[in-house]
């Protein structure tokens, strides 16, 4: 078995447990459904929590109950949606200096091996898909079409993190509908204002590989922004703090929400104020800083319901 490459720009994270103390014949599964880059698990589980909050706090241990069977299903379906990703993205992944290193384009496993695993993966995501009433998977089931066609966008159109944002919030369709078998208006926004921050923090994540994805004809937002990222940046987190905005009125919460809101808008400012877009070091770091935007938002929705 072949070692992948670590030299240059990689997303490798040579220091992760995954990386560290799994059997060598199994790292690179890990690697393929990135558990060495747990931050894309975070921002996919999120919104579940989010939705979920709204709908069940504060009976607190019926909360706990839905946030651990997503924290699973986000897990198995992240995995899955990043093979599936991989196996088609194997060749242009090839002919980019961060991706290059990963299992499939650097041979460490085969097109069969991926395909297996991401089946594998599945029938996890599966068993909990089950766990939900038939409404709420029926909601999940829509989610699949979005999962599919994601990676096809990348060559076809300039706005791909949109069909990314669609499919990565959808859990905020699907946490509410667990718990209350219903979807609200307050979830609609909830919902839009997550697809808003995707457009936000992928296209600063999509700023790491602008010069390679020109040579190897990859569209991103990153590149339809280059002429003013920061104009455009602004724009999707306003709109994510509008649509938040109302999200807690139409759910009728308290003030708490909204002063955490407030940290929020803040956070957005000192990711876009201070950006280097032709930085990926930076870019990486300000991708994931939106981790504290997700634990933001969860508070937020929890707020109130804590006296």
């Not at 949109?162 to 699907?174: H, Q, S, T, Y």
Request: glycine letters at 8%; aromatic letters at 14%.
């Amino acid at each position: 078995m072949t070692t992948a490459r670590t030299t240059g720009f990689t997303d490798i994270d040579t220091t992760h447990w995954t990386l560290r103390y799994l059997p060598p014949w199994a790292r690179p599964y890990g690697r393929l459904a990135r558990w060495d880059r747990p931050i894309g698990i975070w921002l996919l589980l999120f919104p579940c929590w989010w939705s979920s909050a709204l709908a069940a706090a504060p009976h607190w241990a019926q909360l706990a109950g839905y946030m651990a069977l997503f924290a699973v299903g986000a897990i198995a379906m992240r995995g899955a949606g990043c093979t599936w990703n991989d196996i088609l993205d194997r060749k242009v992944d090839a002919g980019v200096e961060r991706t290059r290193g990963r299992p499939l384009p650097s041979g460490e496993l085969k097109l069969h091996h991926a395909l297996i695993w991401m089946a594998l993966q599945s029938a996890v995501g599966a068993a909990v898909l089950f766990k939900l009433n038939k409404f709420a998977g029926g909601v999940a089931l829509l989610s699949l079409l979005l999962v599919a066609v994601y990676p096809a966008m990348k060559k076809i159109t300039s706005w791909p993190q949109v069909v990314l944002g669609f499919a990565f919030n959808w859990g905020a369709l699907v946490g509410y509908a667990a718990v209350t078998s219903t979807l609200s208006w307050a979830t609609v926004a909830l919902y839009l204002g997550g697809v808003a921050w995707t457009m936000v923090y992928d296209t600063i994540y999509a700023m790491q590989d602008q010069r390679d994805d020109a040579v190897v004809g990859v569209k991103s937002t990153a590149r339809r922004f280059a002429a003013a990222p920061r104009r455009w940046l602004t724009f999707f987190a306003v709109l994510a703090l509008v649509l938040w905005t109302a999200t807690g009125l139409l759910a009728l919460l308290g003030p708490g929400y909204f002063v955490l809101l407030a940290c929020i808008a803040a956070h957005f400012v000192w990711q876009i104020a201070l950006l280097k877009p032709h930085d990926p070091a930076d870019c990486l770091m300000r991708f994931k800083s939106n981790r504290a935007v997700g634990w933001l938002m969860l508070a937020a929705l929890v707020a109130d319901r804590l006296y």
